[in-house]
């Protein structure tokens, strides 16, 4: 299987005497299969996804402006617009061993003109996945169904300057599936937090995002390396390839553990974690000490 550098939670419908939310679409490989675009330039992708939601927008920001954009729709309640950014086209491989095509859409929040930079907000993003035919054209083969939220700060996924890595290492996460485990953090007055999720790109079924667990946490720039408060470890993942539809992600914590009481040792122990396809989450499995 080729492993290639890859550039960037589905709703659960819920029946009881509450409203009725509206039910998730269920995934058709025919319908993909219906939309073929010529090329996979930001004319024709947002045409075809976007039709009759584009405005004219204006955005004095960095970021935004190093990459294709327009507006979406109107300013909400709180003035702020939804502005699509269309990322790098990246090549990948399918479990079939077939060439791909991964479009990153992100959408963020532009108020005044400039990037909304709250703390804690992250972005959305809408990802596709396509393949190209004999006569050129390229022909979808699996989506998101709903715009997938990125745990980054500040207002974006801002690939290049963020802790967000989705550059991660494509490979086999199932017997038919293939994705990625990538890192996502912030820095705050002295402490560092980061989690790892996982990216499902598979051919029966949309394109999601997942949680997985604890990346690492350190406050170093609060605390001195001595100090009995001082703290600082990391999550290392592997995948462990079995006869499963989902292989499962080894969790492995090293380092120094904080002084938390609610918190359990966990330092040189690793942890397995399962997707369960009914939640669609990742499940602590096991757990054992590390060798």
């Given at each position: 299987?080729k492993?290639l ?7 659960l419908?819920?029946l ?27 004319q ?9 939601q584009?405005?004219?927008t204006?955005?004095?920001?960095t970021?935004?402006?190093?990459l294709p ?12 617009r ?15 061993d077939?060439?791909r095509y991964?479009?990153?859409i ?11 930079r709250?703390?804690?907000c ?9 393949k190209?035919?004999?006569d ?15 745990s ?30 990538f890192?996502s ?44 408060s001082?703290?600082?470890y ?16 080894k ?20 942890f ?17 000490v590390?060798l």
């Open positions: 299987m492993k550098l890859l550039s960037l939670v589905l709703s419908s819920v009881s005497a509450t409203p009725v939310m509206a039910a998730a679409p269920a995934f058709s490989a025919s319908q993909m299969a219906q939309v073929k675009i010529k090329d996979l330039s930001f024709e992708v947002m045409r075809q996804f976007y039709n009759g584009m405005v004219p204006v955005a004095d920001d970021y935004i402006d190093s954009n327009i507006g979406l729709g109107l300013a909400d309640s709180t003035a702020y939804t502005v699509a950014l269309m990322h790098p086209i990246e090549l990948y491989y399918s479990a079939d077939e060439q991964l479009v990153t992100e959408k963020v929040l532009v108020d005044n003109y400039s990037l909304e709250c703390f804690p992250g972005s959305k993003a809408d990802l596709y996945s396509f190209k035919l004999n050129k054209k390229f022909q979808l083969v699996s989506r998101t169904s709903e715009s997938v939220e990125f980054s700060n500040y207002g974006s996924m801002n690939l290049q300057n963020n802790n967000l890595d989705i550059h991660g290492i494509l490979e086999r996460l199932g017997e038919n599936l293939v994705g990625s485990i890192k953090g912030y820095m705050r007055q002295g402490y560092t937090t980061d989690s790892w999720a996982v990216l499902h790109l598979p051919e029966n079924d949309f394109i999601n995002t997942y949680a997985l667990g604890d990346a690492g946490s350190d406050n170093s720039g609060q605390e001195e390396e001595g100090s009995p001082y703290y600082s990391e999550g290392v993942v592997e995948v462990m390839p079995t006869n499963a539809k989902y292989y499962p992600i969790l492995t914590y090293k380092g120094i553990a904080p002084d938390d009481p609610e918190r359990p040792d966990f330092i040189n122990k690793s397995v974690m399962k997707f369960n396809p009914v939640t669609k989450t990742y499940e602590t499995a096991s757990s054992f590390a």
